[in-house]
């Protein structure tokens, strides 16, 4: 496992590729999974095409997460459960799983403007109750656009509200400072997590509202300098 290297699952999607550009873009080793080795290969080949100098290799998602100290989980919110549920015979206690998915009435054939209840009360509270013990989980990233991540010549500028345990959490804002433009802000327990994610929805709707299909962002004012 490379201590500094962060996989991302599902990284053959858009954010996932946005993150995995940001990322590279910083000089850290980013490993993609998806379902199929062949997406992923591909992914990471784009990766190169926008980022020439970047670490980078595609394997399959349950390949993918023991490479990582750092597991970020980027698939659809209906797809997390089956996705944990493949890999977490594979994670190792002290590892990091990043939640960034948002339970969008989608996933029940309604608008994405809108989120479902979940009984666990969010969706990285669902991961965490299906990950090892030992293997933390923190949430993040929900708030930041795909768009603004792929364009790597722009600054992001967006606040990313990360919560979880303590250690693992700062990790997590650690990540963000290597992203032009975003920062972190400690969003205190992974039970927050259910805030920042409606969130999401709301900016969604925003999105469609004042026609800015490159997504909006969020700023938290009156913050001390770090
Ligand atoms: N897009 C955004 O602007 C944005 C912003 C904030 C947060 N997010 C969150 O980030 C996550 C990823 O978003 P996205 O827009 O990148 O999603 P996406 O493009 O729709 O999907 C990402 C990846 O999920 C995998 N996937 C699809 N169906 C699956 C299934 N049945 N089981 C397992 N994996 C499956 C696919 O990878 P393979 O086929 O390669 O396995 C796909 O490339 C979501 O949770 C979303 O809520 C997105």
Known sequence: MNENAIAILGGTGDQGLGLAYRFTQAGRPVVIGSRKLDRAVEAAEKVREVVPAADVEGLANEDAC??????????PFEHFAST?????DKLSPGQIVVS????????VGDGAMRTVGLWQGSC???VAGLVPQGVEVV???????AHR????EDEVQCDVVVSGAKAPRERIMELCALVPGLRAVNGGPLANARIVEEITALLIGLNIRYKTPEGLGIRFTGLPEA
């Not at 023991?66 to 698939?75: A, E, G, M, W, Y």
Request: charged share 10%; glycine share 6%; aromatic share 2%.
């Open 66 to 75: 023991t490479k990582s100290p750092i597991v970020i989980l980027s698939v």
């Open 124 to 126: 990285a509270e669902l």
């Open 84 to 88: 944990v549920k493949g890999i977490k």
């Open 149 to 152: 991540l792929q364009h790597v």
């Open 139 to 145: 949430s993040a990233f929900q708030n930041v656009s």
């Open 100 to 107: 960034m998915g948002v339970p969008l009435a989608t996933a």
